[in-house]
């Protein structure tokens, strides 16, 4: 196995969204996955998506590369942006 856990879609109801039982979900998934051992938890999001930009960096991801039409949505090609949490940074993040 790779080691990497990367987050699908993520989907909050308004009242979830940059909220604290919303950074808790977040928090909470991101120590069980350095618990189990993972060496690495990725986000993965559409680069003009700012809110969920924010997000990964406001929960402590770094920003890795953007994906240049990494993909084809809705007959559009779509940059991705890549976020990581690695093991050696956990720590920081979890503080």
Do not use: H
Not at 16 to 44: H, I, K, P
């Amino acid at each position: 196995a790779s080691g990497v856990v990367e987050i699908g879609s993520i989907t909050f109801s308004p009242a979830l969204q940059r909220s604290v039982m919303g950074t808790e979900a977040q928090w909470l998934l991101m120590n069980l996955v350095f618990q189990l051992g993972y060496r690495r938890y990725e986000w993965q999001c559409n680069a003009l998506n700012a809110a969920s930009c924010a997000a990964a960096e406001r929960l402590g991801f770094r920003f890795e590369a953007l994906y240049r039409q990494a993909t084809v949505k809705k007959g559009r090609s779509r940059d991705t942006a890549w976020y990581s949490v690695i093991e050696e940074d956990w720590p920081r993040v979890r503080a």
